[in-house]
């Protein structure tokens, strides 16, 4: 993106009257450190208006790590109130290797730094069919680092036939299984949203339009080109399609995420949908059977977490008539319902069907 545009677009975004009252600025790539010198600039432009636009912002940028220099890492110190840095890490080194081009070690090195600067923004894990297996590992490798963790599946249909998806689902609950004992044990650190599905949701839908993102609400994103998107999925080097408005979203077509007692607390995509389908609205499915897992660790986790609970209520008037105990009691008749509902080998035999 030219510059000028950037800079374009920050006085138009900045300047217009808006219910928010405050602003993420996502710098996205690509990787945005191959353009230093563009960022550099465009956040400082932003740094130098802050008074005239009188408005809370800050700037994002979500980098791999590994072209940090001396030069960059003072930029970011010198503008530590003004940039918040993001990066994925996919958790041992081979499955970050695997995917991510061998660049672990590269990463690792700038970690320490990370940590320092950033020390509650954590990293992003990406699991796929050839890092299934070694998801737990992962996991406690980023915790050893002193990191916290969000992790998830890949919506896209990249887990082979029926055959092998069957053997990465049985995987994927094995690792689930040993996350969420872990977790038992370990009730002091924080848990990935790998096992924190919204399952209380089943129970009691506050928000039945319950959205995952900003797509098309608190979210505005721009091409290279400056063309506005409801989000940067929507870019034509996500998709290589043109989005050009309404008129690129086509008829709502129906899938069979429609009919799913679960879609309450299904995370979906706007704009892979929007990619697939031609409209926002109607889902993909590629990730089912794996969240169904995680609504069954989820629940698993809950259950386990709460026995203090669960006693206190075969005892009546010991469970308080509280916001917090009524979330609770929430998320455990929730737990409750999915324990009865959804079964590891019925998911795996139905891969098929």
Not at 107 to 113: A, C, D, E, G, L
Request: some cysteine; charged content about 20%; aromatic content about 10%.
């Amino acid at each position: 993106m030219p510059v000028q545009i950037a800079k374009d677009i920050l006085d138009k975004e900045m300047s217009a009257d808006s219910q928010f009252v405050e602003y993420q600025i996502d710098l996205a790539g690509g990787e945005p450190f191959t353009c230093f010198e563009n960022v550099k600039e465009i956040v400082e432009y932003g740094v130098r208006n802050s008074s005239r636009w009188q408005k809370k912002f800050w700037f994002f940028i979500c980098s791999n790590l590994t072209l940090l220099d001396d030069k960059i890492k003072l930029w970011l110190e010198n503008n530590h109130d003004w940039v918040i840095l993001g990066t994925s890490l996919d958790g041992t080194k081979s499955s970050h290797d695997r995917y991510r081009c061998g660049s672990y070690d590269a990463v690792m090195r700038h970690v320490p730094f990370y940590r320092h600067l950033y020390p509650e923004q954590g990293v992003k894990m990406t699991i796929g069919p050839d890092t299934v297996e070694s998801i737990y590992e992962g996991i406690l490798n980023i915790e050893s680092m002193g990191l916290t963790v969000s992790a998830n599946v890949v919506y896209e249909p990249v887990w082979g036939d029926g055959k092998h998806k069957s053997g990465c689902l049985r995987q994927f609950a094995e690792q689930l299984e040993m996350l969420v004992q872990h977790y038992v044990n370990n009730p002091d650190l924080p848990v990935p949203n790998l096992l924190t599905l919204p399952i209380q949701l089943f129970i009691k839908q506050q928000d039945p339009e319950h959205s995952w993102c900003g797509s098309g609400k608190t979210m505005r994103a721009y091409d290279s080109d400056g063309r506005v998107l409801p989000c940067h999925r929507f870019s034509r080097f996500c998709t290589n399609k043109i989005f050009s408005g309404v008129g690129s979203i086509g008829e709502r077509v129906e899938t069979k995420c429609d009919k799913c007692a679960y879609m309450s607390a299904c995370p979906t995509c706007a704009g892979y949908n929007w990619q697939v389908y031609g409209n926002p609205q109607s889902r993909t499915s590629y990730h089912c059977e794996f969240i169904k897992l995680q609504f069954l660790a989820a629940a698993k986790l809950v259950f386990l977490s709460n026995q203090s609970i669960i006693k206190l209520l075969t005892k009546p008037g010991q469970v308080r008539d509280t916001e917090a105990d009524a979330k609770i009691l929430y998320k455990l008749k929730a737990a409750d319902f999915v324990m009865r509902n959804i079964n590891i080998d019925d998911i795996i035999s139905q891969v098929n069907l």
